[in-house]
Protein backbone atom coordinates (compact mmCIF):
# COMPACT_ATOMS: atom_id res chain seq x y z
CA UNK A 1 0.00 0.00 0.00
CA UNK A 2 1.49 3.46 -1.08
CA UNK A 3 1.77 6.14 1.90
CA UNK A 4 -0.61 8.72 -0.95
CA UNK A 5 -3.67 6.93 0.60
CA UNK A 6 -2.24 6.92 3.96
CA UNK A 7 -4.80 8.76 6.52
CA UNK A 8 -2.88 12.19 7.65
CA UNK A 9 -2.17 12.83 11.18
CA UNK A 10 -2.42 16.13 13.25
CA UNK A 11 -4.23 19.25 11.47
CA UNK A 12 -6.95 17.88 9.55
CA UNK A 13 -7.35 18.28 5.70
CA UNK A 14 -10.45 20.96 4.99
CA UNK A 15 -11.73 20.75 1.10
CA UNK A 16 -13.60 23.79 0.21
CA UNK A 17 -16.83 23.13 -1.08
CA UNK A 18 -17.65 24.78 -4.87
CA UNK A 19 -20.98 24.87 -6.23
CA UNK A 20 -21.38 24.78 -10.23
CA UNK A 21 -22.62 27.68 -11.84
CA UNK A 22 -26.64 27.79 -12.03
CA UNK A 23 -28.66 27.03 -14.96
CA UNK A 24 -30.32 29.45 -16.80
CA UNK A 25 -33.14 27.14 -17.86
CA UNK A 26 -34.58 26.46 -14.82
CA UNK A 27 -35.43 30.31 -13.47
CA UNK A 28 -36.99 28.86 -10.23
CA UNK A 29 -33.73 27.00 -9.09
CA UNK A 30 -31.58 30.07 -10.28
CA UNK A 31 -33.59 32.42 -7.92
CA UNK A 32 -31.81 30.94 -5.07
CA UNK A 33 -28.16 32.24 -4.04
CA UNK A 34 -26.83 28.92 -4.54
CA UNK A 35 -24.23 29.73 -1.05
CA UNK A 36 -27.08 29.85 1.71
CA UNK A 37 -27.53 27.43 4.15
CA UNK A 38 -30.61 25.41 3.49
CA UNK A 39 -32.59 22.98 6.34
CA UNK A 40 -33.20 18.83 5.55
CA UNK A 41 -35.22 16.75 7.49
CA UNK A 42 -33.62 13.31 8.29
CA UNK A 43 -35.24 10.59 7.00
CA UNK A 44 -34.86 6.73 7.37
CA UNK A 45 -32.43 5.54 10.17
CA UNK A 46 -29.00 5.35 8.25
CA UNK A 47 -27.37 7.83 10.39
CA UNK A 48 -29.03 6.32 14.30
CA UNK A 49 -27.76 6.53 16.70
CA UNK A 50 -26.67 10.53 16.55
CA UNK A 51 -29.53 11.45 13.83
CA UNK A 52 -32.51 10.24 14.36
CA UNK A 53 -35.86 10.37 11.21
CA UNK A 54 -37.86 13.30 11.48
CA UNK A 55 -34.61 16.17 12.94
CA UNK A 56 -34.43 18.80 10.65
CA UNK A 57 -30.43 19.30 10.09
CA UNK A 58 -29.14 22.50 8.70
CA UNK A 59 -26.52 22.09 5.71
CA UNK A 60 -23.88 25.21 4.55
CA UNK A 61 -23.52 24.02 0.87
CA UNK A 62 -19.96 25.76 0.65
CA UNK A 63 -18.72 24.85 3.88
CA UNK A 64 -15.25 23.02 4.59
CA UNK A 65 -15.69 19.26 4.85
CA UNK A 66 -13.06 17.71 6.54
CA UNK A 67 -12.78 13.91 7.91
CA UNK A 68 -15.49 13.07 10.03
CA UNK A 69 -17.91 15.95 8.87
CA UNK A 70 -21.19 15.00 8.00
CA UNK A 71 -22.13 15.83 4.62
CA UNK A 72 -24.56 15.89 2.10
CA UNK A 73 -23.31 14.43 -1.53
CA UNK A 74 -24.65 13.82 -4.60
CA UNK A 75 -23.88 9.60 -6.21
CA UNK A 76 -24.36 8.39 -9.43
CA UNK A 77 -24.17 5.20 -10.18
CA UNK A 78 -23.88 4.15 -13.87
CA UNK A 79 -24.76 0.11 -13.36
CA UNK A 80 -28.09 0.74 -11.47
CA UNK A 81 -28.92 4.06 -13.40
CA UNK A 82 -29.71 6.21 -9.86
CA UNK A 83 -28.40 9.04 -8.99
CA UNK A 84 -29.48 11.00 -5.76
CA UNK A 85 -28.44 13.02 -2.52
CA UNK A 86 -27.53 11.45 0.57
CA UNK A 87 -26.77 12.04 4.11
CA UNK A 88 -23.74 10.14 5.29
CA UNK A 89 -20.47 10.71 7.48
CA UNK A 90 -17.11 11.86 5.42
CA UNK A 91 -14.40 9.64 6.54
CA UNK A 92 -10.99 9.20 5.42
CA UNK A 93 -9.65 5.73 5.46
CA UNK A 94 -6.57 4.05 4.51
CA UNK A 95 -7.91 2.86 0.65
CA UNK A 96 -9.20 6.98 0.22
CA UNK A 97 -12.86 8.79 1.23
CA UNK A 98 -15.39 7.03 2.10
CA UNK A 99 -19.46 8.30 2.98
CA UNK A 100 -20.14 6.44 6.42
CA UNK A 101 -23.64 6.07 7.67
CA UNK A 102 -23.35 5.61 11.32
CA UNK A 103 -25.70 2.59 11.48
CA UNK A 104 -23.68 -0.59 10.93
CA UNK A 105 -26.53 -2.73 8.69
CA UNK A 106 -25.50 -0.13 5.99
CA UNK A 107 -22.68 0.04 3.64
CA UNK A 108 -20.02 2.31 3.32
CA UNK A 109 -19.60 4.18 -0.03
CA UNK A 110 -16.33 4.77 -1.56
CA UNK A 111 -16.09 7.91 -3.14
CA UNK A 112 -13.12 8.85 -6.09
CA UNK A 113 -13.90 13.06 -5.44
CA UNK A 114 -14.82 14.80 -2.07
CA UNK A 115 -15.11 17.88 -4.64
CA UNK A 116 -17.40 16.47 -7.00
CA UNK A 117 -19.63 13.87 -5.10
CA UNK A 118 -19.99 16.51 -1.33
CA UNK A 119 -22.78 19.48 -2.07
CA UNK A 120 -22.80 20.53 1.84
CA UNK A 121 -21.47 20.22 5.19
CA UNK A 122 -24.04 19.76 8.06
CA UNK A 123 -24.00 22.82 10.52
CA UNK A 124 -26.73 22.15 12.91
CA UNK A 125 -29.36 19.77 14.16
CA UNK A 126 -32.80 20.26 15.78
CA UNK A 127 -35.48 18.37 17.39
CA UNK A 128 -38.96 19.98 15.70
CA UNK A 129 -41.01 21.72 18.65
CA UNK A 130 -37.94 21.45 21.09
CA UNK A 131 -36.31 24.63 21.98
CA UNK A 132 -33.29 23.23 23.62
CA UNK A 133 -32.66 20.06 21.98
CA UNK A 134 -29.94 21.74 19.29
CA UNK A 135 -27.04 20.70 18.23
CA UNK A 136 -23.83 22.55 16.24
CA UNK A 137 -21.63 20.77 14.32
CA UNK A 138 -18.52 23.43 13.20
Given amino acids: MSS ?3 PTRGKPIDIPIRQEGGSQADPEASSCASGEPYALMVLGDSMLPEFEAGEVIVVEPEGLAKDGSYVI ?3 HWVEQEDERHIFRQLVRHPEGWMLKPLNPLYPNIPIDSVESVVKGVVVQKKK ?3 RRSMKSYV
Wanted: no cysteine; glycine share 12%.
Fill in 4 to 6: DHA
Fill in 73 to 75: AYL
Fill in 128 to 130: PGR
